[in-house]
């Protein structure tokens, strides 16, 4: 299903004639895409986010895992910027998120069902906006390549607010994927796909970062999605990374069969002796 | 972000047609009032015309007030407010563009060392005829605004 012929020459021209993304990601295999340490949100009283550290290497796929409230979503959200940080220290692709934001955000991007494109808008004007935004070079162009790769050009010309879950979800891929981004945050990026999509989407993700040697960080409710793309997966509770390791180490740690058992383990508090991890 | 405005004036008929007809009708009534005081009467009158006109400048500003305020709504509304500030746009350059109408913005595009990702080509980068629609308003305005000015003495 997944067309990826010329793909490794297309993001070299992207990207300006440099050395393909993979073999600059496997060289510097000890870089970190992110680095957080003691990092704190408090809203009006409430703890979001109680003093985690982690870091994510880059060219890996890494997932957040947690219960509602356990602080995913705001986590993301001061790694992308959008949120300040009470107190802590976030380091994106080797910049300074709180001094050098700039520097970092065309470099990255982002995508979640929860936050959506002008729906008067046609997925097209979308798209070149966003284009835009990101001073791409040649824009159509990368539209229409996108717009084969994740099969949405019967639709460019449709108004973003006529699209069905399923197609608004690649579209924000889409959107996502525009620049290049060599770190790609994630929100529940299948949320509300019947399984033939969520797996359409897995596939691509997985492509994607085969591809161009790109970070994923997600965070999802979906452990088989999470099994299947992570090889790091950070579980977290209330506020903190309560556990860490692969899907495989976490699973044999706590003597499951599959992640989703170990999730429910951490959330229903069976493992509330746990110290948090760093 | 101009364009994407643009975008949203033209997938939305009645939102033009309240931006442009009021302050038309405004314009023509006290305009052509103000005209006529200005040729017929005293000096006095002639201040009151100059008052007149303060007035119609003063729903041109209030028409701009509410284009501006429903443009930010709309984002929210859109909930795609997540999506504008994880882009390199900076958001003083968003608010310019809620409110501001780049002249031309065709010599920002060709300056050299210019790359994707510079944050400073976003507000100006418009092309492929989208500016020249974009210009088309605001220099309607600003043609009916000398228009009146004139007009008031």
Redesign the interface.
């Known amino acids: 299903m997944l067309r990826n012929d010329g793909a490794m020459q297309r993001c070299t021209s ?1 990207r ?1 004639g440099r050395s393909p993304p993979v073999m600059r990601h496997i060289g510097a295999m000890v870089e970190l895409a992110v680095k957080v340490e003691n990092l704190v949100k408090h809203y009006s009283g409430t703890v979001a986010v109680d003093g985690i550290s982690f870091a994510v290497g880059r060219g890996v796929t890494a997932a957040l895992l947690g219960g509602n409230g356990a602080g995913k979503t705001t986590t993301l959200s001061i790694l ?3 949120l300040l940080p009470t107190a802590g220290q976030v380091q994106v692709l080797g910049e300074d998120m709180l001094r050098h934001r ?1 520097r970092v ?6 995508s ?1 069902p ?8 046609t997925v097209r ?1 979308n798209l ?3 284009a ?6 040649s824009r159509g162009e990368r539209i229409e390549r996108l717009a084969e790769d994740l099969q949405i050009g019967e639709f460019l010309e449709r ?1 973003a607010g006529k699209l069905s879950a399923g197609q608004k979800t690649r579209v924000a891929l889409a ?1 996502a994927l525009l ?1 290049e981004p060599e770190l790609l945050l994630l929100d529940e990026p299948t949320a509300s796909l019947d399984p033939d999509t969520g797996d359409w989407v897995r596939s691509y993700l997985e492509d994607y970062r085969a591809r161009t040697g790109a970070t994923i960080l997600m965070a999802s409710h979906n452990m088989g999605e999470v099994e299947r793309l992570c090889s790091d997966v950070m579980m977290m509770k209330a506020g903190r990374i309560v556990d860490r390791g692969s899907p495989e180490a976490l699973i044999d740690r706590y003597g499951r069969t599959n992640l989703e058992e170990v999730f429910l383990h951490i959330a229903r508090g069976s493992r509330t002796e746990l110290e948090p991890v760093s | 972000m101009l364009l994407r405005y643009l975008y949203l004036l033209r997938s939305s008929w009645p939102r033009t047609l309240e931006l442009t007809y009021w302050p038309t009708l405004q314009m023509l009534i006290w305009g052509f009032m103000s005209q006529f005081l200005y040729a017929n009467s005293s000096y006095v009158f002639r201040a009151f015309g100059v008052l007149l006109a303060a007035v119609m400048l003063w729903d041109v500003l209030f028409r701009g007030q509410l284009g501006l305020s429903m443009s930010f709504l709309e984002e929210m509304w859109a909930r795609n407010l997540g999506h504008l500030f994880v882009t390199p746009l900076r958001p003083y350059e968003w608010v310019l563009s809620l409110a501001v109408d780049e002249p031309d913005p065709r010599p920002a595009r060709h300056v050299a060392g210019r790359t994707a990702g510079d944050p400073a080509l976003s507000l100006f980068d418009l092309c492929d005829g989208a500016a020249a629609s974009s210009r088309s308003l605001p220099c309607c305005w600003s043609w009916a605004g000398h228009w009146a000015w004139r007009s008031a003495g």
Do not use: A, E, T, W
């Open positions: 992207l300006g992308l910027g959008l700039y955000l065309p470099r990255m991007n982002f979640s929860f936050v959506d494109l002008p729906h008067r808008l004007q070149l906006i966003y835009r935004l990101y001073g791409l070079p108004p959107k620049n």
